[in-house]
């Protein structure tokens, strides 16, 4: 996703910028471009693991689906604070990597409540009162 898509449109960011600002247009040697394209996959791929961790925790009985749901808002701005950093100083590179987090965020609190419903089903079927 990161050199297929997000780098790809990052680069043309960069270069439609630099024109609107009336600037030298930017010129991207391989220097330059194998420097920015490997910090972007690996930082990408390093953010794609964050709902394996979160998943782990909730397996573990660590964090709870309602504890995830009760910090929707700080992992929004995490995930746009994250992604600030990992991706070039452009605010569609940004976003374009945000919004799949925080997707993913959303498919864990979903992972995370019907892993609880589970364990409520077995504790119950076992006689506990839950």
Known sequence: MAYYWVAPISIKAFIG????L???PAVWTAESYYGFVP??????GLAFELPIVILTLVKLNIISAEFLVNGRRYMI??????SA???P????????LAAPLQILFEICILIARHWDK????KLRDLGFDV
Request: aromatic share 6%.
């Open 17 to 20: 910028l630099g024109e609107w």
């Open 22 to 24: 009336k600037s030298p």
């Open 39 to 44: 910090k972007l996959v690996l930082g990408m």
């Open 77 to 82: 701005m995490a995930n746009l604070i994250l």
């Open 85 to 87: 950093f990992i991706t």
């Open 89 to 96: 100083q452009d605010v569609i590179s940004t976003i374009m």
């Open 118 to 121: 589970q364990e409520k089903r």
